[in-house]
């Protein structure tokens, strides 16, 4: 594999990463943002969303866990990648 590609594909896990996080974050956001008015309207109305609003939540979160490893991993296989075309440059040198 060329030291080039790993860094694209290293660059690319983050981007992944980001665009997860930046969804789960919105997600998150947008649960936060239910006032309390229209919970307790939910809840007056017989409606069970209440109750299965936390699942949503959790699964967000753990979104934005997984984007967190995600990114984590891109930046690993870059800064293997920039190891690697160190030592080729010693190397060479």
């Keep these: 594999m060329e030291v080039s590609s790993a860094m694209t594909l290293g660059l690319q896990g983050m981007q992944a990463g980001q ?11 947008g649960q ?10 939910t809840q007056s109305a ?25 990114a984590s991993a891109g930046a690993r296989v870059i800064a293997t990648a920039d190891e690697v075309m160190g030592t080729l440059i010693d190397t060479r040198a």
């Design 46 to 70: 017989g409606q069970t969303d209440a109750v299965a609003s936390p699942a949503p939540l959790t699964e967000s979160l753990e979104a934005l866990r997984l984007a967190e490893h995600e």
């Design 19 to 29: 665009r997860r996080a930046e969804q789960a974050a919105g997600e998150i956001a």
């Design 32 to 41: 936060a943002l239910v006032s309390p008015q229209q919970a307790s309207r």
